[in-house]
């Protein structure tokens, strides 16, 4: 049963039937794009254990942040050396991402620019980053 708006007009409907099409191809290629993302091979193995230090000036390296699980979720926050603060929708999501990361068997990691001393005292210790990690390279 074809779809049609009260009072639309022939044009209209042609030019919306016309996107539906576009919208259609469009998702199709999206599925083909994602098929071939998970029939990647493996990618190469990291060279070296890299290391970080935390807000509390700790050494840690790359394989610590995973602790016991396989997945890392690191996420970039907006808060270059020379910000009076972090970017407020960095925190906001941050905020969120706390109770979601543990659920993905996860172990999450915040990384910035900022100076260690000074992100250590606002965003990093707290501003949209409760409960998670906080690395600076």
Same mark, same amino acid.
Request: charged share 20%; with cysteine; proline share 4%.
């Given at each position: 049963?074809?779809?049609?708006?009260?009072?639309?007009?022939?044009?209209?409907?042609?030019?919306?039937?016309?996107?539906?099409?576009?919208? !259609?191809?469009?998702? /199709?290629?999206?599925?083909?794009?994602?098929?071939?993302?998970?029939?990647?091979?493996?990618?190469? !193995?990291? /060279?070296?254990?890299?290391?970080?230090?935390?807000?509390?000036?700790?050494?840690? &390296?790359?394989?610590? !942040?995973?602790?016991?699980?396989?997945? !890392?979720?690191?996420? &970039?926050?907006?808060?270059?050396?020379?910000?009076?603060?972090?970017?407020?929708?960095?925190?906001?999501?941050?905020?969120?991402?706390?109770?979601?990361?543990?659920?993905?068997?996860?172990?999450?990691?915040?990384?910035?620019?900022?100076?260690?001393?000074? /992100?250590?005292?606002?965003?990093?210790?707290?501003?949209?980053?409760?409960?998670?990690?906080?690395?600076?390279?």
């Amino acid at each position: 049963m074809p779809v049609s708006l009260p009072n639309e007009s022939a044009a209209y409907r042609a030019a919306r039937n016309e996107l539906l099409k576009a919208e !259609l191809a469009l998702r /199709a290629q999206t599925e083909e794009v994602a098929a071939l993302r998970r029939a990647l091979p493996e990618g190469g !193995l990291v /060279a070296q254990d890299y290391g970080f230090r935390s807000t509390s000036g700790a050494e840690v &390296s790359m394989r610590e !942040l995973f602790g016991e699980n396989s997945t !890392l979720a690191i996420y &970039s926050l907006m808060y270059g050396p020379e910000a009076k603060a972090a970017c407020p929708m960095c925190s906001a999501f941050l905020d969120g991402w706390r109770g979601q990361v543990s659920h993905a068997g996860a172990n999450g990691v915040c990384r910035c620019r900022a100076i260690l001393t000074r /992100a250590a005292g606002g965003a990093a210790s707290g501003e949209g980053m409760a409960g998670t990690a906080a690395l600076f390279c």
